[in-house]
């Protein structure tokens, strides 16, 4: 079974703050992508990655796929409170979805 | 809103009982996805309907079952419902039948609560 670890689990910031979370595995990918949840509703698509070592920008999120795709970054620059939720990726395998457990994250404001 | 509709919001209900879950996909997509999403275990894909057949199997239980009918909706069964069953249970969809390829849209899904 191919698994995602994300980390941190749990990350607590203020507002303004920069923040990275990582999304790992030792299993290639073929491309991954990014989701952000919010408290009572489904997951929405952020992002897609293909190209190892490819970097896409969302205004303030910057997604990095791993040159060996089998990783990925999440970096948020000046964090907002409606940045708040639980961030999952989830790694395309076999025509699936594979998804990490996800990092939570709260901007205090 | 992404378009796609679940129902019931909640559902509490005792172990050994049966449940229905109900999940209509977007206008035009043929493709319908469950999922179970839990605290230690994270969002874990179940299954998937494309058009009316089933496409691709994931860590869905034997006491669990689903099927889309011709209208697209999709049903989630599951039965002799035990404690550790409790969790948001997800339906999701998209426009084509690879589950890797096309952006899957996500309902609000639905808290089972297992008592």
């Known amino acids: 079974t191919q698994l995602l670890e994300q980390s941190p689990q749990f990350l607590s910031i203020q507002e303004g703050e920069n923040l990275t979370v990582y999304c790992n595995s030792s299993?290639?990918?073929?491309?991954l992508q990014w989701y952000r949840q919010e408290p009572g509703e489904g997951p929405v698509l952020l992002v897609t990655?293909?190209?190892?070592?490819e970097v896409k920008k969302l205004k303030r999120l910057t997604f990095q796929f791993g040159d060996a795709r089998k990783d990925s970054s999440l970096h948020i620059t000046a964090a907002q409170p409606g940045d708040t939720g639980l961030y999952l990726c989830?790694?395309?395998?076999?025509?699936?979805?594979?998804f990490g457990k996800g990092t939570k994250l709260t901007v205090n404001p | 809103d992404s378009g796609v509709t679940q129902t019931p919001k909640h559902l509490i209900t005792a172990t050994g009982q049966r449940v229905t879950l109900r999940c209509s996909p977007r206008?035009?997509?043929?493709?319908v996805y469950w999922y179970q999403q839990s605290l230690d275990q994270g969002l874990q894909f179940l299954i998937q309907y494309y058009n009316g057949e089933e496409r691709a199997k994931g860590n869905i239980l034997e006491r669990f079952s689903a099927q889309q009918f011709p209208d697209l909706h999709s049903e989630l069964n599951l039965s002799s419902l035990e404690l550790g069953d409790s969790a948001l249970y997800f339906c999701?969809?998209?426009?084509?039948?690879?589950?890797?390829?096309?952006?899957?849209?996500f309902g609000p899904g639905t808290r089972l609560t297992v008592t």
């Open positions: 989830a790694g395309a395998s076999d025509e699936k979805l594979v």
């Open positions: 999701a969809s998209s426009v084509g039948g690879r589950g890797d390829a096309y952006e899957q849209y």
């Open positions: 299993s290639v990918f073929s491309s």
């Open positions: 990655v293909v190209t190892g070592g």
């Open positions: 206008s035009g997509d043929l493709s």
